[in-house]
């Protein structure tokens, strides 16, 4: 599975944005897919995440403030992120786990000013 994100760039808090990650391949073989944060220093975390049933979780930082979706006919995970904070601040990158493997994509910065 390849994955292409997109959608970072500069914003001030309070801004939003929306990424975007196109996978190349249907997402009925993918058992879940999400969203993850890196910054210089530390470990790539999880933001969010959807599963192959729809079920969503979100990281305790972020809940109420930014939404996950996908849109199956376009092979394509969204990330709608509201009310951004300088602490989103970080390198995003897509996910996708099927049969036992994940993939990633090449990650997007978000820089949030504040």
């Known amino acids: 599975v390849q994955l292409q994100a997109s959608g970072g760039g500069l914003v001030q808090a309070g801004g939003s944005l929306r990424l975007s990650c196109l996978a190349s391949?249907?997402?009925?073989?993918?058992?879940?897919m999400g969203w993850y944060r890196q910054v210089p220093g530390k470990e790539r975390d999880v933001v969010a995440t959807?599963?192959?049933?729809?079920?969503?979780n979100y990281a305790d930082s972020v809940k109420g403030r930014f939404t996950i979706s996908r849109d199956n006919a376009k092979r394509t995970m969204y990330l709608q992120m509201d009310s951004l904070k300088a602490e989103d601040t970080g390198v995003y990158y897509c996910?996708?786990?099927?049969?036992?493997?994940?993939?990633w994509g090449q990650g997007t910065q978000v820089t949030v000013s504040s």
């Open positions: 959807i599963n192959i049933g729809g079920r969503i």
């Open positions: 996910n996708a786990h099927r049969l036992g493997n994940d993939y």
């Open positions: 391949e249907t997402f009925f073989s993918i058992n879940h």
